[in-house]
Nanobody, 121 residues
Framework: VQLQASGGGLVQAGGSLRLSCAAS????????AGWFRQAPGKEREWIAT???????YYADSVKGRFTISRDNTKNTVALQMDGLTPKDTAVYYC????????????????WGQGTQVTVSS
């Protein structure tokens, strides 16, 4: 199983980026998919999850600025990031887990390799 994240880059504060994650999971439609990030010297932070039923959940730090979406026909999950600030600078990871529970799962089984997002002031 592989998750391949892409779309990172350098953007000015106030700008936007769209991350994408492609999953080689036959059961992707039954998975919760999430995005995490890790800034230098900090712990990994959960930022968003989209459930198998398309319910979405966001960390307070990104709510209203980031939008998670999925396309089960392409086995992809995307993260649209608007209103970026230098505090959003981090390596962003996608993750997935077969999960039909309520709310974001407590853990994920599959992880992508990360994509760097750098926001300049």
């Amino acid at each position: 199983v592989q998750l391949q994240a892409s779309g990172g880059g350098l953007v000015q504060a106030g700008g936007s980026l769209r991350l994408s994650c492609a999953a080689s999971l036959r059961t992707f439609s039954s998975c919760a998919a999430g995005w995490f990030r890790q800034a230098p010297g900090k712990e990994r932070e959960w930022i968003a999850t989209i459930a198998w039923d398309y319910a979405t959940y966001y960390a307070d730090s990104v709510k209203g600025r980031f939008t998670i979406s999925r396309d089960n026909t392409k086995n992809t999950v995307a993260l649209q990031m608007d209103g970026l600030t230098p505090k959003d600078t981090a390596v962003y990871y996608c993750a997935a887990r077969e999960y039909h529970g309520t709310g974001p799962p407590q853990g994920y089984d599959y992880w992508g390799q990360g994509t760097q997002v750098t926001v300049s002031s």
